[in-house]
């Protein structure tokens, strides 16, 4: 466990001095900022299509650091030098899984605050978007690393993972609007369930793909 929170920690500080951190909440507020300008200025417009315009918003945010999850540390041999130590490469993916969640996820979630208040959304949607993006933003990082573990190596794998990953993100999209409109909370739980899966499954396909470039 402690190499574990060593890893990510190390993981964690690499996104920081790459300033990966703040690319997705800059990100978002400025989709945010230019939405309005493109639909008008037509209040009920804005609430009714803001909260799925910041899920998209949020799909696309996450994609931004996936070309430095895998390929510079694939290149530079640090993920060799971590097999020669003893540690399993479903442990080097599994900390960077919560290294890259840690570094978007929460940022998201805060500047989805003010982003919201220029869309003009009520407190009920804010409070079902955070929801969902509380329990979906893990699955938005686990997908975006295990495509990058399957293109490490290929040429211009950033724009290659991107491709990949936005096709399978429609699901997640889906049940993440669909959390806003859905007073059931059927939508929330279908979320939930493919955010667990993706998390549960990523480390072991990961790490097997690391293994496979590997050889």
């Not at 993006?133 to 290929?154: D, E, H, I, N, S």
Request: proline share 6%.
């Amino acid at each position: 466990m402690r190499t574990l929170w060593l890893l990510a920690s190390r993981d964690l500080g690499a996104a920081w001095r790459s300033s990966g951190l703040w690319l997705p909440v800059a990100f978002l507020l400025l989709v945010a900022s230019l939405y309005p300008f493109a639909v008008g200025p037509d209040l009920t417009l804005l609430r009714r299509t803001g909260g799925g315009m910041l899920w998209i918003a949020a799909l696309l945010a996450s994609l931004l650091p996936v070309d430095r999850l895998i390929a510079p540390d694939r290149d530079a041999g640090v993920l060799d030098q971590m097999a020669l130590r003893g540690i399993g490469d479903e442990m080097v993916v599994l900390a960077r899984l919560i290294a890259h969640w840690l570094g978007f996820g929460p940022p998201l979630m805060i500047a989805t605050l003010p982003a919201a208040a220029l869309l003009k959304l009520d407190g009920d949607t804010i409070l079902m978007l955070e929801a969902g993006l509380l329990v979906g933003t893990p699955a938005l990082a686990a997908l975006g690393l295990l495509v990058a573990t399957l293109t490490a190596g290929l040429r211009s794998s950033g724009a290659l993972a991107g491709l990949l990953a936005l096709p399978l993100a429609v699901p997640l999209l889906i049940f993440g609007a669909g959390t806003l409109g859905d007073g059931s909370g059927a939508a929330l739980k279908f979320l939930a369930a493919a955010s667990l899966l993706l998390v549960a499954i990523t480390p072991f396909a990961g790490g097997a793909a690391i293994r496979a470039g590997r050889e």
